[in-house]
DNA sequence: AGCAGATATTAGCCTAGGCTATGTTTTGGA
DNA sequence: TCCAAAACATAGCCTAGGCTAATATCTGCT
């Protein structure tokens, strides 16, 4: 579902930019209430793409690392495919938000390809 | 709400191609049970988007019509979009459906933009 | 006219994703 | 050391969107 990717992708951008995934944390920046959290924390445990350590944060598994990469890499690519074609960076990030879970693959390609054609006209 | 856009649309098209739009063909084009489609429906007339008459189908309100055009339009764009960048047609169909729900005006404009150089290109 | 089959509704259930309010538990600073 | 504040958990509630099974209603055909 898309707020497991975006989750994960969350977790994993806590992760390297402050070192840990904290619950308050993930309430702030998905501007949701820390109950909240917790539910989906809970669901995203079940369905073994976190693990929690109380008071010391969320941490991803395997799966969880996997799930949160690809959601990376193609957030970053729907994003660039928006900037390149003309859009301002808020307005780039908030589509490509809910966007990034409604492409396919041959989408994401067909946006890949589009960049790549952009480039080598410069 | 995607859902309600989707059934608007639907409804407006089940409208026009075949002069009514019934539960029973709602539920088999949106591939969900007909009880899923009453209790659908309900919500839309409470919110004011359509009208039913028992066994004669349901009808859109004015507000509903003009949910019902916008997101025609917006559809019928992005999938625009999608054919002019290289897709399939059943792609870009598929990948519309999701999409189409979560692009800004600034977004559409841009996608025109994109067809409209294109054209001047041929 | 009457009834079988199509169509629609209702009841009862479920999950995801939200919320507030109210506990617990941990932790860091005095 | 110890306790207030921060972090987390739990309880209780809600809506949207799904489902199946059972019931009701209509309609077209004989
Ligand atoms: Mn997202
Ligand atoms: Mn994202
Ligand atoms: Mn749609
Ligand atoms: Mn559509």
């Known amino acids: 579902m898309a707020v497991a990717e975006d989750y994960v992708e969350l977790v994993a951008d806590l992760l390297r930019e402050e070192g840990e995934a904290r619950s308050v944390d993930i309430a702030r920046r998905m501007g949701v209430a820390q109950a909240t959290v917790a539910a989906t924390v809970t669901r995203l445990q079940r369905d ?49 938000e809910g966007v990034e879970h409604h492409v396919s693959e041959a989408t994401l390609e067909a946006f890949a390809r589009f960049l790549a054609e952009r480039k080598d006209m410069a």
């Open 48 to 96: 073994g793409l976190v693990a929690t350590k109380p008071y010391r944060g969320i941490f991803l598994t395997e799966a969880g690392q996997a799930m949160a990469s690809a959601a990376r890499e193609r957030h970053e690519l729907v994003v660039r495919f928006f900037l390149t074609l003309g859009l301002d960076r808020a307005t780039a990030e908030a589509d490509a």
